[in-house]
């Protein structure tokens, strides 16, 4: 309700920041460790080939990730502005718009991905091997993509409004589920990979009526119109000029999993492939706190820069950034410590630990970094500065390491995939650092307030 929106410029930021960053980091940690656990749940139930096939479907989910980032991301920054600014109405038009624009994306996105299927898995690097257990698996999860996308914007809308505790609901009945019902489906049902998919679709699917049954219950500060789902191209210009940033950051991802996997086959076989795709779900474990710190700063940047509050938006940030180095530091700690352990719990087989083991400290070497590169790149989106944003959500992904992993195997076969991580951490750090130093009236207002004072001496 209103009082959300209200408190992002008056509360006090730590306790502000707290308070939204936490359910926020905590629905992100279930959401990680539901993606734990289902990788679990396929390796013992159908073994690596399993656990391959999901890293072959995983681009796919991403690029639905990555249409829904961006409308919900972009009509997010956009709403938390005009809430700043007390433009409710504005701001219930927008959200309008992104309802129209989830429901045509993800109708589009159904009939390509199905009719298309097959050559997308070949495309993305399926071997013979692989591809049955891809095609049972994504086949049944581009069903539930009109869920999976209303879900994901909607959660930045609600988050956009201050009311980060049913954000946080969202997304623990979404991965609750998940972990209750995959197993059930896999094991009791006996249906295998196919059971890990349909168990995702429901859980979906229960989470897209709770977030309608919000709204339509008045819980929102926003309200719906029929009227408003007429697109408005100026709308939709502003949603996706801002939302062009997540939705790069996400496609990268794709196209770097695709680069990846490619490289991986040629280079290490199936096995390769099943070993990132399990050093992935750890990376997204150790990130998502970090994610949510990240989602929990947005409405405060948007709203106090909305409402000319320079300084809280300065306070934020480098709360922000400070906690989020923090976070990192202690599963960087722990990777580095305990590979094996951590990767055994995973699988049983000896050979994707042991070259596991190598790879993941390999690619976690510069991961400190990434708290500082997160951050900046969403306090860009809040803002509404599409250009810094952009670049720096693109630099990571397709700037450096996209380039590094298609290049480096050609003189350091598989380990060149492992060393490109770490480069590129390290490359788009000096970029970051530079996008701060170039926009310092946002990272320091502060100081510039003090520099523009006159001399009364």
Same mark, same amino acid.
């Given at each position: 309700?209103?009082?959300?929106?209200?408190?992002?410029?008056? &509360?006090?930021?730590?306790?502000?920041l707290?308070?939204?960053?936490?359910?926020?980091?905590?629905?992100? %940690?279930?959401?990680?460790? =539901?993606?734990?656990?289902?990788?679990?749940?396929?390796?013992?139930?159908?073994?690596?080939?399993g656990?391959s096939?999901?890293?072959?479907?995983?681009?796919?989910?991403?690029?639905?990730?990555?249409?829904?980032?961006?409308?919900?991301?972009?009509?997010?920054?956009?709403?938390?502005?005009?809430?700043?600014?007390?433009?409710?109405?504005?701001?219930?038009?927008?959200?309008?718009?992104?309802?129209?624009?989830?429901?045509?994306?993800s109708?589009?996105?159904?009939?390509?991905?199905?009719?298309?299927?097959?050559?997308?898995?070949?495309?993305f690097?399926?071997?013979?091997?692989?591809?049955?257990?891809?095609?049972?698996?994504?086949?049944?999860?581009? =069903?539930?993509?009109?869920?999976?996308?209303?879900?994901?914007?909607?959660?930045?809308?609600v988050?956009?409004?201050?009311?980060a505790?049913?954000?946080?609901?969202?997304?623990?009945?979404?991965?609750?589920?998940?972990i209750?019902?995959?197993?059930?489906?896999?094991?009791?049902?006996?249906?295998?990979?196919?059971g890990?998919?349909?168990?995702?679709v429901?859980?979906?699917g229960?989470?897209?009526?709770?977030?309608?049954?919000y709204?339509?219950?008045?819980k929102?500060?926003?309200?719906?119109?029929?009227?408003?789902l007429?697109?408005?191209l100026?709308?939709?210009?502003?949603?996706?000029?801002?939302?062009?940033s997540? %939705?790069?950051?996400?496609?990268?991802?794709?196209?770097m999993f695709v680069?990846?996997?490619?490289?991986?086959?040629?280079?290490?076989?199936?096995?390769?492939?099943a070993?990132?795709?399990?050093?992935?779900?750890?990376l997204m474990?150790?990130?998502?706190?970090?994610i949510?710190?990240?989602q929990?700063?947005?409405?405060?940047?948007? =709203?106090?820069?909305?409402?000319?509050?320079?300084?809280?938006?300065?306070?934020?940030?480098w709360?922000?950034?400070?906690?989020?180095?923090?976070?990192?530091?202690?599963?960087?700690?722990?990777?580095?410590?305990?590979?094996?352990?951590?990767?055994?719990?995973?699988?049983?087989?000896?050979?994707?630990?042991?070259?596991? &083991?190598?790879a993941?400290?390999?690619?976690?070497?510069?991961?400190?970094?990434?708290?500082v590169?997160?951050v900046?790149?969403?306090?860009?989106?809040a803002?509404?500065?599409?250009?810094?944003?952009?670049?720096?959500?693109?630099?990571?992904?397709?700037?450096?390491?996209?380039?590094?992993?298609?290049?480096?195997?050609?003189?350091f076969?598989?380990?060149?995939?492992?060393?490109?991580?770490?480069?590129?951490?390290?490359?788009?750090?000096g970029?970051?650092?530079?996008?701060?130093?170039?926009?310092?009236?946002?990272?320091?207002?502060?100081?510039?307030?003090?520099?523009?004072?006159?001399?009364?001496?």
């Open positions: 309700m209103r009082q959300h929106s209200e408190l992002l410029g008056k &509360e006090p930021i730590p306790n502000l707290a308070r939204l960053s936490v359910p926020a980091t905590f629905g992100m %940690f279930v959401m990680a460790l =539901y993606n734990v656990v289902d990788t679990i749940f396929v390796a013992r139930a159908v073994g690596i080939v656990v096939a999901i890293s072959i479907a995983f681009p796919v989910q991403m690029i639905i990730m990555a249409l829904a980032g961006a409308i919900g991301i972009g009509g997010a920054s956009v709403i938390s502005r005009l809430l700043g600014e007390k433009k409710a109405d504005e701001a219930n038009h927008v959200f309008g718009n992104i309802i129209s624009l989830i429901l045509i994306v109708i589009a996105g159904i009939v390509l991905g199905l009719s298309l299927l097959t050559p997308i898995l070949y495309l690097g399926a071997s013979e091997t692989m591809l049955p257990y891809a095609q049972d698996y994504l086949g049944i999860i581009l =069903y539930g993509t009109i869920f999976f996308a209303f879900g994901f914007a909607m959660n930045n809308i988050r956009s409004e201050g009311n505790k049913t954000a946080m609901i969202t997304m623990l009945i979404s991965a609750g589920l998940n209750i019902l995959t197993p059930i489906f896999i094991f009791s049902f006996g249906l295998g990979i196919k890990s998919a349909i168990a995702t429901v859980s979906q229960v989470t897209a009526v709770y977030l309608v049954w709204f339509a219950m008045g929102s500060t926003l309200s719906f119109k029929p009227s408003y007429i697109p408005n100026s709308v939709i210009n502003k949603i996706l000029s801002i939302g062009s997540a %939705f790069v950051q996400q496609a990268a991802g794709s196209v680069a990846a996997n490619h490289m991986l086959v040629s280079y290490g076989g199936d096995l390769a492939v070993v990132f795709g399990i050093i992935h779900r750890i474990f150790a990130l998502m706190p970090i949510g710190i990240m929990g700063l947005l409405p405060i940047v948007g =709203y106090n820069y909305g409402a000319n509050l320079h300084n809280r938006v300065s306070e934020s940030i709360l922000a950034i400070k906690t989020s180095t923090m976070v990192i530091l202690v599963g960087f700690v722990a990777i580095m410590l305990f590979p094996r352990a951590i990767l055994s719990i995973f699988t049983p087989d000896l050979a994707a630990i042991e070259m596991g &083991e190598t993941l400290r390999v690619m976690f070497a510069l991961s400190i970094t990434i708290g590169q997160v900046t790149g969403g306090v860009f989106q803002l509404g500065k599409a250009r810094a944003a952009f670049i720096l959500t693109m630099s990571r992904q397709v700037l450096f390491l996209i380039p590094l992993i298609l290049v480096l195997p050609l003189w076969s598989l380990e060149g995939i492992w060393v490109a991580f770490p480069i590129a951490d390290l490359l788009s750090f970029l970051t650092l530079w996008f701060i130093k170039e926009h310092q009236s946002v990272f320091f207002p502060a100081d510039n307030l003090r520099v523009a004072e006159p001399n009364t001496n």
